[in-house]
C-alpha cells in the first residue's frame, strides 16, 4: 500500500509524491499489461522487439559519448 503524508495541508505536493511512488511502483504498467490477453507467442515477440529497442537505444548513447 502506497502512502503518503500531507504536510502544512499541502495536498497538491503530496498528490503529485504519490504518483510519483505509484509510477515507480510499476502499477500502472502492469495494469495496462493485464487489460487484455495476449498470447504466448506474442508476448515473446514484444518482448524481443523491446530488447532490440532497448540495445539500439543503448548503443546510440554509447556513440554519442
Not at 16 to 37: D, L, M, T
Not at 38 to 52: L, M, V
Request: hydrophobic fraction near 25%; charged fraction near 40%; charge should be positive.
Amino acid at each position: 500500500m502506497t502512502k503518503v503524508v500531507v504536510k502544512n495541508g499541502n495536498v497538491d505536493g503530496a498528490l503529485k509524491k504519490f504518483k510519483q511512488k505509484v509510477a515507480k511502483s510499476g502499477i500502472p504498467s502492469e495494469c495496462k499489461k493485464r487489460e487484455h490477453y495476449s498470447k504466448p507467442g506474442i508476448q515473446r515477440r514484444e518482448a524481443k522487439k523491446a530488447g532490440i529497442k532497448n540495445s539500439r537505444k543503448r548503443q546510440s548513447r554509447e556513440r554519442d559519448n
